[in-house]
């Protein structure tokens, strides 16, 4: 089952389905260098939307979508 990944999508959820994603976010910001930290991860992880997300790494949240669904993408492919 995919995901829909929207602005009000939680972290949790995100990563739940696709993990490698944790590891696309740190490539995009120093930011992200929080949810490598498991008792941040875990408070956050059903409290964080991809648009609050956003804002801390200084993107625009059309933008960061169309990121994380382009390297989901790509990832697939690969698997294909």
Same mark, same amino acid.
């Given at each position: 089952?995919?995901?829909?990944? !929207?602005?009000?999508?939680?972290?949790? %959820?995100?990563? $739940? $389905?696709?993990?490698? #994603?944790? %590891?696309?976010?740190?490539?995009?910001?120093?930011?992200?260098?929080?949810?490598?930290?498991?008792? #941040?991860? =875990?408070?956050? =992880?059903? *409290?964080?939307?991809?648009?609050?997300?956003?804002? #801390?790494?200084?993107?625009? *949240?059309? $933008?960061?979508?169309? !990121?994380?669904?382009?390297?989901?993408? %790509?990832?697939?492919?690969?698997? %294909?």
């Amino acid at each position: 089952m995919k995901l829909e990944i !929207l602005p009000t999508t939680v972290i949790g %959820d995100l990563l $739940h $389905h696709y993990p490698f #994603v944790q %590891d696309f976010l740190l490539t995009l910001s120093p930011h992200y260098t929080r949810m490598t930290n498991p008792v #941040v991860f =875990k408070t956050m =992880k059903n *409290i964080a939307t991809l648009q609050m997300i956003s804002r #801390v790494g200084g993107f625009e *949240i059309g $933008h960061f979508i169309e !990121l994380i669904k382009q390297e989901i993408k %790509d990832r697939e492919e690969e698997l %294909d």
